[in-house]
Nanobody, 129 residues
Framework: QLRLVESGGASVRPGESLTLSCAAS????????IAWFRQAPGKEREGVSC????????WYMDSVKGRFTISRDSAKSTVSLHINSLTPEDTARYYC??????????????????????WGEGTLVAVSS
Protein backbone atom coordinates (compact mmCIF):
# COMPACT_ATOMS: atom_id res chain seq x y z
CA GLN A 1 0.00 0.00 0.00
CA LEU A 2 1.46 3.32 -1.08
CA ARG A 3 0.80 6.48 0.89
CA LEU A 4 1.21 9.86 -0.77
CA VAL A 5 1.42 13.19 1.00
CA GLU A 6 1.64 16.45 -0.91
CA SER A 7 3.12 19.69 0.36
CA GLY A 8 4.30 23.03 -0.94
CA GLY A 9 1.05 24.64 -1.94
CA ALA A 10 0.77 28.36 -1.27
CA SER A 11 -0.79 31.65 -2.25
CA VAL A 12 1.48 33.38 -4.73
CA ARG A 13 1.45 36.26 -7.19
CA PRO A 14 1.46 35.88 -10.98
CA GLY A 15 4.92 35.30 -12.35
CA GLU A 16 6.26 33.65 -9.24
CA SER A 17 7.49 30.07 -8.99
CA LEU A 18 6.58 27.23 -6.71
CA THR A 19 7.75 23.69 -6.02
CA LEU A 20 5.29 21.06 -4.90
CA SER A 21 6.47 17.87 -3.25
CA CYS A 22 4.94 14.43 -2.98
CA ALA A 23 6.32 12.17 -0.27
CA ALA A 24 5.69 8.49 -0.89
CA SER A 25 5.88 5.75 1.70
CA UNK A 26 5.07 2.07 1.79
CA UNK A 27 6.78 0.96 -1.43
CA UNK A 28 9.67 1.92 -3.71
CA UNK A 29 8.97 4.51 -6.39
CA UNK A 30 10.49 2.20 -8.98
CA UNK A 31 7.27 0.18 -9.01
CA UNK A 32 5.11 3.10 -10.04
CA UNK A 33 4.37 5.86 -12.45
CA ILE A 34 3.73 8.97 -10.39
CA ALA A 35 1.64 11.84 -11.65
CA TRP A 36 0.52 15.29 -10.69
CA PHE A 37 -3.10 16.17 -11.33
CA ARG A 38 -4.86 19.42 -10.62
CA GLN A 39 -8.45 20.40 -10.14
CA ALA A 40 -9.59 23.99 -10.38
CA PRO A 41 -12.90 25.09 -8.83
CA GLY A 42 -15.76 23.93 -10.99
CA LYS A 43 -13.52 22.00 -13.36
CA GLU A 44 -12.59 18.40 -13.90
CA ARG A 45 -9.38 16.96 -12.54
CA GLU A 46 -6.65 16.93 -15.18
CA GLY A 47 -3.26 15.32 -15.39
CA VAL A 48 -0.45 17.82 -15.84
CA SER A 49 2.67 15.68 -15.58
CA CYS A 50 3.82 12.15 -14.97
CA UNK A 51 7.15 10.47 -14.28
CA UNK A 52 8.28 6.87 -14.28
CA UNK A 53 9.74 5.97 -10.92
CA UNK A 54 12.17 3.44 -12.38
CA UNK A 55 13.38 5.25 -15.50
CA UNK A 56 12.75 8.90 -14.68
CA UNK A 57 11.10 9.52 -18.07
CA UNK A 58 8.58 12.33 -17.92
CA TRP A 59 5.43 13.43 -19.72
CA TYR A 60 3.74 16.85 -19.65
CA MET A 61 0.38 18.14 -20.71
CA ASP A 62 0.90 20.38 -23.74
CA SER A 63 -0.30 23.53 -22.03
CA VAL A 64 2.30 23.30 -19.25
CA LYS A 65 5.35 22.29 -21.27
CA GLY A 66 8.22 24.66 -20.62
CA ARG A 67 6.82 25.88 -17.31
CA PHE A 68 6.42 22.68 -15.31
CA THR A 69 9.26 20.36 -14.40
CA ILE A 70 8.70 17.03 -12.70
CA SER A 71 11.49 15.14 -10.96
CA ARG A 72 11.91 12.26 -8.60
CA ASP A 73 14.36 11.42 -5.85
CA SER A 74 14.22 7.69 -5.39
CA ALA A 75 16.44 7.74 -2.32
CA LYS A 76 14.04 10.13 -0.57
CA SER A 77 10.92 8.64 -2.21
CA THR A 78 9.74 12.03 -3.30
CA VAL A 79 8.39 13.43 -6.54
CA SER A 80 8.53 17.17 -7.07
CA LEU A 81 6.75 19.50 -9.46
CA HIS A 82 8.41 22.84 -10.08
CA ILE A 83 6.17 25.46 -11.64
CA ASN A 84 7.53 28.63 -13.22
CA SER A 85 5.70 31.78 -14.24
CA LEU A 86 2.52 30.98 -12.38
CA THR A 87 -0.70 32.46 -13.71
CA PRO A 88 -4.18 32.67 -12.17
CA GLU A 89 -5.14 29.79 -14.47
CA ASP A 90 -2.80 27.58 -12.44
CA THR A 91 -4.97 28.05 -9.36
CA ALA A 92 -6.12 24.59 -8.31
CA ARG A 93 -5.70 21.83 -5.80
CA TYR A 94 -2.76 19.74 -6.95
CA TYR A 95 -2.84 16.01 -6.31
CA CYS A 96 -0.12 13.40 -6.43
CA UNK A 97 -1.15 9.96 -7.65
CA UNK A 98 0.57 6.67 -8.42
CA UNK A 99 -0.09 3.87 -10.84
CA UNK A 100 1.43 0.50 -10.12
CA UNK A 101 3.23 -1.23 -12.97
CA UNK A 102 6.34 -1.91 -15.02
CA UNK A 103 6.82 0.80 -17.62
CA UNK A 104 9.32 0.94 -20.46
CA UNK A 105 8.19 4.25 -21.86
CA UNK A 106 5.83 7.11 -21.08
CA UNK A 107 3.13 8.94 -23.00
CA UNK A 108 -0.26 10.55 -22.42
CA UNK A 109 -1.83 7.18 -21.56
CA UNK A 110 0.66 6.28 -18.82
CA UNK A 111 -1.05 8.25 -16.08
CA UNK A 112 -4.71 8.47 -16.92
CA UNK A 113 -6.90 9.46 -14.02
CA UNK A 114 -8.89 6.23 -14.11
CA UNK A 115 -5.76 4.08 -13.98
CA UNK A 116 -4.21 5.61 -10.86
CA UNK A 117 -4.16 3.30 -7.85
CA UNK A 118 -3.23 5.66 -5.02
CA TRP A 119 -3.96 9.32 -4.33
CA GLY A 120 -2.85 11.97 -1.93
CA GLU A 121 -5.21 14.52 -0.47
CA GLY A 122 -3.79 17.41 -2.42
CA THR A 123 -2.17 20.75 -1.81
CA LEU A 124 -3.71 24.09 -2.73
CA VAL A 125 -2.08 26.57 -5.10
CA ALA A 126 -3.68 29.99 -5.38
CA VAL A 127 -2.36 32.55 -7.83
CA SER A 128 -3.66 36.09 -7.65
CA SER A 129 -2.43 39.64 -7.66
Amino acid sequence: QLRLVESGGASVRPGESLTLSCAASGAPLENYAIAWFRQAPGKEREGVSCILGRLGKAWYMDSVKGRFTISRDSAKSTVSLHINSLTPEDTARYYCAARRGYFEDINHTSCRLRDMNFWGEGTLVAVSS
